[in-house]
């Protein structure tokens, strides 16, 4: 699991509350993401950072946003879940560089009723 | 269209047999090109990893790029059991810049 840790694993939550995903890493990596995958849809970026308090949109950010104060954590943040953002969540890293692919932690199962 | 397109499956061989996935991509500037592999509520992990076209082995694992075709391949010999998952191809204009395909179910039969 390269060293990535994503918790909740599961969470349920009601319509319009907010939602807070976490993920840590041990790997001293500079880049961490957020992806969602859905059927049909495959992997999809959210957000990304490159730095601590460094961040920028991936294709499906809106609704979320996200924090990075330390090289080790990245959280995502549901501002107001809806039903739609119900999918699995993933946080990946990579080292520094065009030659560094990316590393998967296991996902949080979010369910918004 | 999507950028990169991958079959969903399922793909069903028996044991033993070879396993070949591709996918296809339109974006010619995309120069890198991997395979992960996910198992059921697990995350993907990184299986093949080429920049270039030609061929690339690992084991029972070979991957190939034609960049002249954006067509992309992921050959599993000696197929196992332990090989059910669903495949996912990604390539991007760097490793960290990645568009997935969606992914295709493989399931090998014993």
Request: glycine content about 10%; aromatic content about 12%; some cysteine.
């Amino acid at each position: 699991d390269a060293g990535i840790t994503q918790s909740p694993r599961h969470k349920v939550t009601e319509t319009g509350t907010p939602v807070t995903l976490r993920c840590h890493q041990t790997e001293n990596h500079r880049y961490m993401y957020w992806y969602r995958q859905d059927p049909g849809h495959g992997l999809r970026l959210i957000h990304y950072s490159y730095g601590v308090k460094d961040t920028d949109k991936g294709e499906v950010s809106d609704g979320y946003s996200v924090s990075r104060s330390k090289t080790e954590d990245f959280l995502l943040t549901l501002e107001s879940a809806t039903s739609s953002q119900t999918s699995v969540y993933f946080c990946a890293i990579s080292g520094q560089g065009e030659y560094s692919p990316l590393h998967f932690g296991n996902g949080t199962r979010l369910t918004v009723t | 269209q999507k950028e990169v397109e991958q079959d969903p499956g399922p793909l069903s061989v028996p044991e033993g047999a070879i396993v070949s996935l591709n996918c296809t991509y339109s974006n010619s500037a995309f120069q890198y090109f991997m395979w992960y592999r996910q198992y059921s509520r697990k995350g993907p992990e990184l299986l093949m990893y080429t920049y270039s076209s030609g061929n690339k082995e690992d084991g029972r694992f070979t991957a190939q790029v034609d960049k002249s075709s954006k067509y992309i391949s992921l050959f599993i010999r000696d197929s196992q059991p332990s090989d059910s998952a669903t495949y996912l191809c990604a390539t991007g204009a760097a490793g960290n810049k990645l568009t997935f395909g969606g992914g295709t179910r493989v399931l090998v039969k014993p």
